[in-house]
T-cell receptor
């Protein structure tokens, strides 16, 4: 299967600081990447769709000024959680859609964010 | 009503058992159906991908889609302790957005 990496795998930060999470597709070019959030024992909730070279599309209820997404190249998308608060603590997972006609998404290993 | 319903489990079975995991959905327009396996504190791993109706087999895994009943299944034959994980169904229209079930936690004991 395709390989998608995320960095860092976990991060602890103080309330009010910003945290950047990187998502990379290692063996294919992804024009579209996705950012999800997962709370304990819950399913994945799509936050936004990241398109290379254009603005991200955010799901309803997701603050675009708080969760900044940049998709600067075909293999890298970043999510920056700005002015983080304890309620932003969660498991953030990215995925990349493999080109070729199917709708298959390959997921990264996730980043666990804890805001103190 | 949620778009995708999935029994959260946990489902506990002995090693070697046949496991049946299911999801129902409400949107008849869904065309793409997927099963992902997620180990604790890891990202989901794609197991099976099916377009429209029918069956698909890959090793010990069989995916079934019944669009008339809006029901999908994943069967695991000869289950192993290493199959213990959360299994997520996901589906989508012709767009990129995946709608996930809540996941079923499976435990296979030796």
């Amino acid at each position: 299967g395709a390989v998608v990496s995320q960095h860092p795998s976990w991060v602890i930060c103080k309330s009010g600081t910003s945290v950047k999470i990187e998502c990379r597709s290692l063996d294919f070019q992804a024009t579209t990447m996705f950012w999800y959030r997962q709370f304990p024992k819950q399913s994945l909730m799509l936050m936004a769709t990241s398109n290379e070279g254009s603005k991200a599309t955010y799901e309803q209820g997701v603050e675009k000024d708080k969760f900044l997404i940049n998709h600067a190249s075909l293999t890298l998308s970043t999510l920056t959680v700005t002015s983080a608060h304890p309620e932003d603590s969660s498991f953030y997972i990215c995925s990349a859609r493999r080109p070729g006609g199917s709708n298959t998404q390959y997921f990264g290993p996730g980043t666990r964010l804890t805001v103190l | 009503q949620k778009e995708v319903e999935q029994d959260p489990g946990p489902l506990s079975v002995p090693e070697g058992a046949i496991v049946s995991l299911n999801c129902t959905y409400s949107n008849s327009a869904f065309q793409y159906f997927m099963w992902y396996r997620q180990y604790s504190r890891k990202g989901p791993e794609l197991l099976m991908y099916t377009y429209s109706s029918g069956n698909k087999e890959d090793g010990r895994f069989t995916a079934q889609v019944d669009k008339s009943s809006k029901y999908i299944s994943l069967f695991i034959r000869d289950s192993q302790p290493s199959d213990s994980a959360t299994y997520l169904c996901a589906m989508s229209l012709n767009t990129d957005k995946l709608i996930f079930g809540t996941g079923t936690r499976l435990q296979v004991f030796p």
